[in-house]
């Protein structure tokens, strides 16, 4: 697809891939509309990228949604591209009895129900569209699971299989339905996980976003950048092996003072 000229969403751009994102296709000459709920930030963001549109907008509340897609329809009715960029991952102990029911699968409803959401309530105007597309972004670990984050690993996983399916269903449409998967890098997110995931594997987001771009320029419908190409063949050949790998450290990470009976 051509990567200039479009009109972008993209949910959470306030950092990360999602500000990556949003510095480089303001750079080839998109329109650029990014989402987040912190509105310090997406103020700091239209300071540090005044091309950008900022709307305050809740990923996993579907009320949100809908007001956002009425909002974005009318003030940019060319709007073609929307890219589900918008996570958050966490270390969690299953076995901790404290564990909120509700706040549990936070997650999910971000990272997994928010997407798919804003497909549903975006699709039908995308699908106006002479040529539009939907970018997933989900991770390495939608390959392998990470045991210290279990339910971001299961919101990856399910975000994998639903754009293969979404891809499927659209194939006679205008809509191209393309997937980052996206390699350990240096954002917010992952610096919970300091120390667990060695600085030197971690890429700069603008470095994975540049592989993106170039993806979505050549129509590569799955984007494997750094890292995650390895993790794709490995989950293939040695699932176990890549498996051990990446539980290293769980038990440290949970240990539990020994009570007496
Ligand atoms: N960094 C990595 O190692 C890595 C690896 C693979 C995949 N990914 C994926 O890449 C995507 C971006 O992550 P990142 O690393 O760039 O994280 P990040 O720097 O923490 O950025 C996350 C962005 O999403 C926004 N956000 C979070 N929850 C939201 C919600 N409910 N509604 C709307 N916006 C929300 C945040 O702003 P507010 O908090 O203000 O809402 C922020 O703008 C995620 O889907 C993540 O799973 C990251």
Do not use: C, W
């Amino acid at each position: 697809m051509d990567v200039r000229q479009n009109t972008i969403l993209i949910t959470g751009g306030t950092s990360g891939f999602g500000y990556a994102f949003a510095a480089r296709l303001l750079e080839l000459g998109n329109t650029v509309l990014i989402t987040g709920r912190n509105q310090a930030k997406l103020d700091e963001t239209k300071r540090r990228l005044p091309g950008v549109h900022t709307f305050r907008s809740d990923v996993s509340d579907p009320e949100a949604i809908a007001r956002l897609y009425q909002q974005v329809v009318s003030e940019f009715p060319a709007l073609n591209v929307l890219i589900n960029n918008a996570g958050e991952m966490r270390k969690l102990n299953l076995q901790d009895p404290t564990l909120d029911l509700r706040d549990l699968t936070r997650e999910v409803d971000i990272n997994l129900v928010g997407p798919i959401r804003m497909v549903q309530q975006f699709l039908p105007h995308l699908k106006t569209k002479k040529t539009a597309a939907l970018l997933n972004v989900t991770s390495g670990l939608a390959m392998t699971p990470f045991p210290l984050a279990p339910i971001y690993s299961g919101t990856k996983a399910g975000l994998r299989a639903y754009t293969k399916a979404l891809r499927v269903q659209l194939q006679h449409t205008p809509v191209k339905v393309f997937e980052l998967v996206a390699p350990a890098a240096k954002t917010p997110l992952a610096d919970p996980f300091a120390g667990v995931m060695a600085e030197s594997m971690l890429m700069a987001p603008d470095k994975v976003v540049a592989q993106a771009i170039e993806g979505l320029q050549h129509d590569r419908l799955e984007i494997y950048p750094g890292l995650s190409r390895i993790l794709r063949y490995m989950s293939r050949l040695a699932p176990g092996v890549l498996l051990k790998q990446m539980s290293k450290g769980v038990t440290e990470a949970f240990a539990q003072p020994r009570v007496k009976a």
